[in-house]
T-cell receptor, first 113, second 115 residues
Framework: SQQGEEDPQALSIQEGENATMNCSYK?????LQWYRQNSGRGLVHLIL?????REKHSGRLRVTLDTSKKSSSLLITASRAADTASYFC?????????????FGTGTRLQVTL | GAGVSQSPSNKVTEKGKDVELRCDPI?????LYWYRQSLGQGLEFLIY????????KSGLPSDRFSAERTGGSVSTLTIQRTQQEDSAVYLC?????????????FGQGTRLTVV
């Protein structure tokens, strides 16, 4: 079963616009991460936010976490065509060591020129 | 190696045959994961190895699926008597399990097609 559910399932925007994707999860977490996947192959880690953090930035990425609502959002500002990909959130719930990462269903982002 | 390596990249097999998929994790990573992804879908957890602990096999879909991790490094996922519904991309990832670092590094996957 999926721990996380992303919405929207698909998002189409124009280059230069901002893209926002949301992730909801079911159980308490230790960390929440966002990954990107191009062309249905390997995923690339984008950003990690810990359960005691509320917001984190990395370049054009901004991630928020609301543990009371069990949800997170990923904002990509000033999108580029190269941002076209699928984006997944992943959660783990075991503090102190790596634990099983459970992925959401993903958002397919299409950025057009 | 520099990253997680999976082999083969693509595998076509006949229904009923057994297949073995290999994963070479990043050296020193104690955690290793196998996931399955069907076309256009999310990642389905299969199995998780962490150091010398007993693996978490809770995601294996049937007893036709098994995995080993030898010497805490290379892992092999075996699917016996393959079925058409086993067709998917099988992704392996590894992670450095210390200080709460759970960032996973993925291989490029093995695309399995059962005909």
């Amino acid at each position: 079963s999926q721990q996380g559910e992303e919405d929207p399932q698909a998002l189409s925007i124009q280059e230069g616009e901002n893209a926002t994707m949301n992730c909801s999860y079911k159980t308490s977490i230790n960390n929440l991460q966002w990954y990107r996947q191009n062309s249905g192959r390997g995923l690339v880690h984008l950003i990690l936010i810990r359960s005691n953090e509320r917001e984190k930035h990395s370049g054009r990425l901004r991630v928020t976490l609301d543990t009371s609502k069990k949800s997170s959002s990923l904002l990509i500002t000033a999108s580029r065509a190269a941002d076209t990909a699928s984006y997944f959130c992943a959660t783990d719930n075991k503090p102190g060591t790596a634990s099983k990462l459970t992925f959401g269903t993903g958002t397919r982002l299409q950025v057009t020129l | 190696g520099a990253g997680v390596s999976q082999s083969p990249s693509n595998k076509v097999t006949e229904k009923g045959k057994d297949v073995e998929l290999r994963c070479d994790p990043i050296s020193g990573h104690t955690a290793l994961y196998w996931y399955r992804q069907s076309l256009g879908q999310g990642l389905e957890f299969l199995i998780y190895f962490q150091g010398n602990s007993a693996p978490d096999k809770s995601g294996l879909p049937s007893d036709r699926f098994s995995a080993e991790r030898t010497g805490g490094s290379v892992s092999t996922l075996t699917i016996q008597r393959t079925q058409q519904e086993d067709s998917a991309v099988y992704l392996c990832a590894s992670s450095l399990a210390s200080g709460g670092h759970t960032e996973a590094f993925f291989g490029q996957g093995t695309r399995l097609t059962v005909v």
